[in-house]
């Protein structure tokens, strides 16, 4: 949606222009020097066709990118909502002993941990960069719609990219935020469970089971910071105080 409001904005500033100068004032999608002639037909057709192509495949790539980083999250959510289940209803099982039902849960929960660490070693410089560029993005974008609310071509084409980094920056921001959340359950759920009817031995198995899931799984920024909905506020709280200083610069 995003590309297609950039074309059609560049179309509505074309025929703004005047059909007697529509070869002159023809745009681009993207801006740049050729060392041929584009504004002619059909070269300046081939030319949009290929920065839209170029620019659709870019924004499926880092689409693709965000939605592998949530699936696998999701993956994990769904392993840690099973390891709840099973800690609910470890005593209603009659097929094998409580013990063996434990250590079946202490096994699942270290592979969850160790499946969400080599998730945040493949992933956490991307989510740095992409934390970053969101937030000088989310700068740069608002400084350009608060100096051009006069120029409707400016807005139609600043506002979608605005909306979609930030909704960028929220979806990786919440995927932090929902694992993490997701990883206090297991505590919760073995508080909630029939642990009183457990013998000795198996209590204290599950006393470790608790110690270790107090350290809630996260995802970071290049392990600097945790991704969560207080990073998400910073990132906007950061570009609005940039905002303020290049408006007050400009």
Known sequence: MTLILLGTSNVLAQKSAGSDQADEERQLFVKMRLPFEYSVSPTYEIVIITQFLLQYTLAIMAGM?????????????????????????????????????????VIKHQRII???????????????????????????????????????????????????????????????????????????SAYASLWYKLKPAESRILMLLIVKSQ?????TAGKFVDLSLESFTSILKASASYVSVLHAMY
């Open 65 to 105: 990118l965000n939605i592998f980083i949530v699936t696998l999250i999701l993956h994990i959510a769904g392993q840690i909502e099973i390891m709840c289940q099973g800690l609910l209803e470890m005593l209603v099982a009659k097929d094998k002993p409580h013990i063996a039902t434990l250590r079946d849960l």
């Open 114 to 188: 160790k499946f969400a660490d080599n998730i945040e070693n493949v992933f956490c410089y991307t989510a740095l960069l992409q934390f970053l560029s969101n937030t000088l993005v989310i700068c740069f974008l608002g400084l350009l719609i608060v100096t051009s609310l006069d120029s409707n071509e400016v807005l139609i084409k600043a506002i979608p990219y605005y909306v979609v980094v930030n909704i960028e920056a929220f979806i990786l921001c919440f995927t932090g935020e929902y694992l993490s959340s997701k990883s206090r359950s297991i505590t919760q």
């Open 215 to 219: 350290k809630l799984l996260t995802m």
